[in-house]
């Protein structure tokens, strides 16, 4: 069951771009950490890039320099401008929601349901 809701996937050509965005929960979407994640057929799902309450960001060393994750507080959304896309970068991109561990808050991870990244010429 997804939580969030994605959007933006599509069919690119390589070296062109794509911006993701990710629909999350109104509550606690400020206190949050987000995450973007890929899966590709037959791989494990891999960590794309994260995002704080406070705006701090990490990328995989793979989409570093190409890709930005973002935060709007005020829509509840979160981002993943994906520029300079390869092959390798084909996947369906999954968005992360969970507590910032900055906070004591309960438990809680959302997902969504997926959007397709293709890369292709």
């Known amino acids: 069951q997804a939580q969030l809701v994605e959007s933006g996937g599509g069919l690119v050509q390589p070296g062109g771009s794509l911006r993701l965005s990710c629909a999350a929960s109104?509550?606690?979407?400020?206190?949050?950490?987000m995450g973007w994640y890929r899966q590709a057929p037959g791989k494990q799902r891999e960590l794309v890039a994260t995002?704080?309450?406070?705006?701090?960001?990490n990328y995989a060393d793979s989409v570093k320099g190409r890709f930005t994750i973002s935060r709007d507080n005020a829509k509840n959304t979160a981002y993943l401008q994906m520029n300079s896309l390869k092959p390798d970068d084909t996947a369906v991109y999954y968005c992360?929601?969970?507590?910032?561990?900055?906070?004591?808050?309960?438990?809680?991870?959302?997902w969504g349901q997926g959007t397709q990244v293709t890369v292709s010429s």
């Open positions: 109104r509550s606690t979407f400020s206190v949050s950490v």
């Open positions: 995002i704080t309450s406070e705006s701090r960001t």
């Open positions: 992360n929601q969970r507590p910032d561990p900055l906070f004591r808050l309960p438990k809680y991870d959302y």
